[in-house]
């Protein structure tokens, strides 16, 4: 059996796309590296905004007729059947929950025609990682350690393709980082909707308890995770990151806006104020910390006033990085009703601008460090470029540089030129 996944949306589907490709492969499937080879084709799906789910319809599209569809994913589990009546190319509906029954997918799919959606949540964590030969990267590790969502913020889709929040146990967390470990991986990144909000009540332990174990326990170089809700910020955590140099000194941290005004509106439970004194707390006892976040522009309601304090705090946090996006109104979430008082052209000029002040951060930043060396870690060779690789930093910004090592390696790179979104330069080493 030949397969091919396409995988759209965030770190938490990438993983999720390993684990399939790690149930079918055990099973001696075959994972072919375009669609063309592959008999069947399973669609790791993203609902976060329209465009993300539009893109899997136009996608589904293009493929020739002889071949099985399995939509697996976010669109999957919020749209469940819909999705059969609007693409009737389409074989299967596979939800989030469902991964573990891929292999009975295939079965039936094969054997009959018969279209079904299987899109029930589980209540239990379903216990199950992907072994090095069906991971992405041989560089760089996910372990998925909780999934869902309680937070219900009032634009997301999230909650309604993920379910509620459920944490994996703190020994197979354990297990997968000393796996990881063993096979040479250099880093890993915990992943999660709401990380920080991760607990083994059995066991006793918090996430900066977890994090500080794993700090110890592995040989991993670097440990990152992604994502923390500044709702639930702990103090413990600053003190744990500021004890071990292998978490890196970088947080994901999404703001979504900088007006106490509209978060209350997103029904975030944290205001301007204090997420940035968590910032503030973080930068005082670990000054080299560095933050990316996330920003939602054009929320219903969002004045230019409001859209003003999230500038100052873009302004003020001096982001590595943002990533940005126009409010996208989503079926089942609590705005998605509401009257849109901000015109489009508004919103898109908005997000224009918002781009624009924090390209010049970065570019003013990214200045600093020519003729600095910066450790950076090899994550692949440069496709475009002879004699050239391509690395990340600690703070996940990207290096091109010449260097005759492979990925995998740490190496000092002195910086000789720089664009807001990449470095360039020469391994020293
Ligand atoms: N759990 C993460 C977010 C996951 S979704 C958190 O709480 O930060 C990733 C990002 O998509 C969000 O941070 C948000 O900025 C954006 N997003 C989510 N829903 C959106 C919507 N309806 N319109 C536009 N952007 C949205
Ligand atoms: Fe969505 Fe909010 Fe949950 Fe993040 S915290 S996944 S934005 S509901
Ligand atoms: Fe998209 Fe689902 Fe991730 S909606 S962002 S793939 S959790």
Redo the contacts with the bound molecule.
Sequence with gaps: MNFYIKTYG?QMNVNDSEKIRHILESRGGHHCQNESQADIIIINSCA??EKAQEKIFSYIGRISSDKKIIVAGCVAQSEKKAILSRSPAVDFILGTHQYSRIHSVIDLIANQNTKEVWAGFTKKWVELYPDSESRTSAVSGYISIMEG?N?F?S????PFTRGREKYRPYEKILEEAAYLSDKGYKEIVLLG??VNNWEDRINRKTFPQLLGILAEKTRVRWIRFI?S?PGYFDEELIEVMSQYKNITRHIHF?A?SGSTRVLKKMNRSYRRKDYIQIVNRFKRKIPEMKFSS???VGFPGESRYDFQLTLSLIRHVEYESV????????NY?RSFLQPDNVPLEVKKDRLYELQKIQEEIQLKNNRKLIGQIVEVLITRKNPKRQGEVIGRTESHRVVNFRSGALAGEFRPVLIENVGPHSLRGVDIG
């Excluded at 634009?155 to 999230?158: A, G, H, L, P, R």
């Excluded at 990533?323 to 989503?330: D, H, K």
Aim: contains cysteine.
């Design positions: 965030c976060v905004r969502c937070n913020c634009y997301c889709i999230v909707q709401n994502t809700y999404p979504q996330d920003f939602i990533f940005s996006f126009v409010y996208s109104p989503r979430t």
